[in-house]
């Protein structure tokens, strides 16, 4: 499940254990990868979820969140969009870029609409795997830098870990990480061993993540 690709493009740039995350309640964005999209606003419960998930991680693995009220000083970044990218077919997807500030940035586009947060616990599987590939996971079919793959787009489902593309079950989704999820982040990272970061501070090279509706 690690990325070591991501891993390598997001750890040197790290301060002080510290990753400055934005979440674009209010749609300020007007771009994703190299085209202009306009970044539309949350739904309440879309960002209830966000820092609700951020929180839990940040109790388990040592690298700290920061909050910020930007993108410009961001490391992280979730927009929602009304569509996905020309061409593409997703409901979300995780794109890296290096950028000459130093400040590595990952953009992470949800395309997630009022059915899918008032019918089903898919939209929070979306928010949980593109995070989790923003923090150096991937799928556990992929070999993203390693040989470490497993099963296939099927199999095993997302009951097994968040980065799997199976269906569970009557399309039950979790809603947190699995424990192979969090072995695989805290290997990375590191487990918490004190009291986690709580303030908020108000101040290329591509990897796309295609989740499709109708993929999964």
């Known amino acids: ?16 254990n510290t990753l400055n995350i ?11 990868r190299d085209i202009s999209s306009d970044a539309q606003p949350m ?15 940040d109790n388990l693995i040592s690298l700290d969140f920061n909050y910020v009220d930007s993108e410009t000083n961001a490391n992280i970044i979730f927009y929602n969009h009304l569509s996905s ?3 593409e077919d997703w409901a979300g997807q995780t794109n890296q870029t290096e950028l000459n500030d130093a400040i590595n940035k990952q953009y992470i586009s949800l395309v997630l609409n009022s059915e899918n947060l008032q019918t089903s616990t898919f939209w929070k599987y979306v928010i949980l795997h593109e995070f989790a ?5 991937e799928h556990p079919f992929n070999t993203y830098g390693d040989e470490d793959s497993y099963g296939d787009l099927t199999f095993p489902n997302a009951l097994y ?16 990480y699995t424990k192979i999820d969090i072995e695989a982040l805290q290997s990375l990272w590191g487990v918490e061993t004190g009291e986690s970061a709580t303030s908020i501070n ?14 999964i």
């Open 43 to 57: 739904r309440q419960e879309m960002i209830e979820y966000i820092y609700e998930i951020c929180k839990k991680t």
């Open 202 to 215: 108000l101040s290329t090279d591509n990897f796309n993540e295609n989740i499709s509706d109708n993929a």
């Open 85 to 87: 990218y020309p061409g």
């Open 133 to 137: 590939h923003s923090l150096s996971l």
């Open 22 to 32: 934005f979440v674009d309640e209010s749609g300020q964005g007007t771009t994703y």
């Open 161 to 176: 870990s968040q980065l799997a593309y199976g269906r569970p079950p009557n399309n039950e989704y979790l809603d947190f």
């Open 1 to 16: 499940l690690i990325d070591s690709n991501i891993f390598s493009f997001l750890s040197p740039l790290i301060t002080n």
